[in-house]
């Protein structure tokens, strides 16, 4: 048996954990990456996937299970016309294969029989420990995808704005909420943020509103953070957000309203409004460091 792993680079850490997946359901596993120099066109991608699956007889298709392993993987199942199982934790091939599916943030675990081949299969982040392969096929997208496979495709990339150090890596993060009542009013927590050398988060809500783009987002549908300490301010703690802060070593959550429910997940409580607490904490950081 054949497994195809598509690595979305072959130093990235979640594909590496896809590799290992893979090499435990068994046979030979076959890594695949795609030349740097191609734009990301998933259709396309998935297409050059389908025609070294069928041509390797893949017994199963994995990848990991970041946005573009899904979004690949996605487009895979749809031109096989096959399942797709993504986030799972583990696997066991068979006919059908069973399957244990990471949902809800974490908070379930499902298992699923699976009918089809090829498997279709998405790992959920560290659910194993990477292994580097050993050799990748690095190749360019694949002649047979189509024109309207490129009508989708990343044409140009545009750095984020914010310097220094990014929200996935931060040892401290500074969150705001719906609580801060405007783009404008990320002034404050910017402050704290700098003052820190930490990064700005923000919850849903905010992203909802525009106020943030949603790379500053935290959450289930946002970036996972395991800070040394997240400073939540205006933050309700809605089930979808402590999904991506749970990593965080510390919480502090600043919010008027007594019975938020992230005070139930906080280390320290401050019980006010972030626009008074949030510039205090920062004039008194000043005073302390004589700046
Ligand atoms: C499928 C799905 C995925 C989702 N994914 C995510 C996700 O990845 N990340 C995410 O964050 N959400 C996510 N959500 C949305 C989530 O359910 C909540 O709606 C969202 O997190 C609420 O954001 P919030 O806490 O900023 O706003 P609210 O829940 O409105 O809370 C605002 C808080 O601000 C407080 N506040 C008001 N004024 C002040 C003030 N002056 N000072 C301090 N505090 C103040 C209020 O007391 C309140 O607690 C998802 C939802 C769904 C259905």
Redesign the pocket.
Known sequence: MTTLVFMESVGDELSQQAVTFAGGLGGEVAAVAFDPSEAYAPAAWAQTLVALAQERSAAAVVAPGTDRGNEVLAHVAAKLDQPMSANCMTATPGDPATVVRMRWGGSLLEEARVHGAPLLLSVAPHAVAPTVPAEVLVTPVSAAASDADRVVRVSETIPASTAGVSLADADVVVSG???V?SAEGFSVIEELAALLGGAVGC????TSAGWRPHSD??????TKISPEIYIA?????????MA?CKGAKRLLA????GE?SIFASADYAVIG???EVVPAISAEIRKVRGT
């Open positions: 909420g719906r609580g009542g919850s849903r809500a905010v987002q935290v959450g289930q549908t946002g301010c205006g933050i309700s703690g809605a089930t979808q957000h991506g600043v919010n008027p309203d938020a409004d972030l626009h």
